[in-house]
């Protein structure tokens, strides 16, 4: 955080950043069974993530107060977020004594993503009295956000993950 300070003038700037990786694997196995005893399904996965994220911004605040003791605050927040995320799907649920069709997933989850944030605050406060103060402010948002996911299947011809399921 860096800090400037001149009298009736305060400036404060605070940049960030973080980078940040995950990696992450589940193993399951589970059965149902219904009031009988029987077994209706039994299920196995076997899945994997591993995910990569940038954030990046800053905040900027100008602080000026004025002789009669009123003051005007402004605040600019600026950040830019960047991930990217691929889960790998290998599970299979088989069911018994239904006409359910078995679930036999081996894919790949890729999913980008953006999301851009800008905040602005202005805002002027004068004393009225020793007690009382008059504020008035105005609030700027902007925001953007972009996922973009894809799933892919696992071909078994030719052994690699070509078919986007939609």
């Given at each position: 955080t860096l800090e400037w300070n001149n009298n009736l003038t305060k400036i404060f700037f605070a940049p960030k950043y973080t980078y940040t990786i995950n990696n992450s694997s589940t193993l399951s196995d589970s059965q149902s069974?219904?009031?009988n005893g029987q077994l209706?399904?039994?299920?196995l996965a076997n899945n994997r993530?591993?995910?990569?994220s940038d954030n990046i911004g800053s905040e900027i605040t100008l602080y000026?107060?004025?002789k009669d003791k009123s003051y005007l605050n402004a605040t600019a927040d600026l950040s830019f977020?960047?991930?990217?995320?691929?889960?790998r799907i290998n599970s299979s649920t088989v069911f018994y004594n239904s006409n359910n069709p078995d679930d036999i997933r081996n894919q790949l989850e890729d999913n980008n993503s953006k999301?851009?944030?800008f905040n602005f605050d202005?805002?002027?406060t004068r004393p009225i009295s020793d007690s009382l103060k008059l504020a008035v402010g105005s609030r700027?948002?902007?925001?953007?956000?972009?996922n973009d996911e894809i799933t892919w299947d696992y071909d078994e011809i030719t052994g690699q993950l070509v078919s986007q399921n939609d």
């Open positions: 069974i219904d009031e209706r399904n039994e299920s993530n591993e995910s990569k000026q107060g004025f977020n960047q991930s990217k995320q691929n889960n999301n851009n944030n202005l805002n002027y700027y948002k902007y925001n953007f956000i972009d």
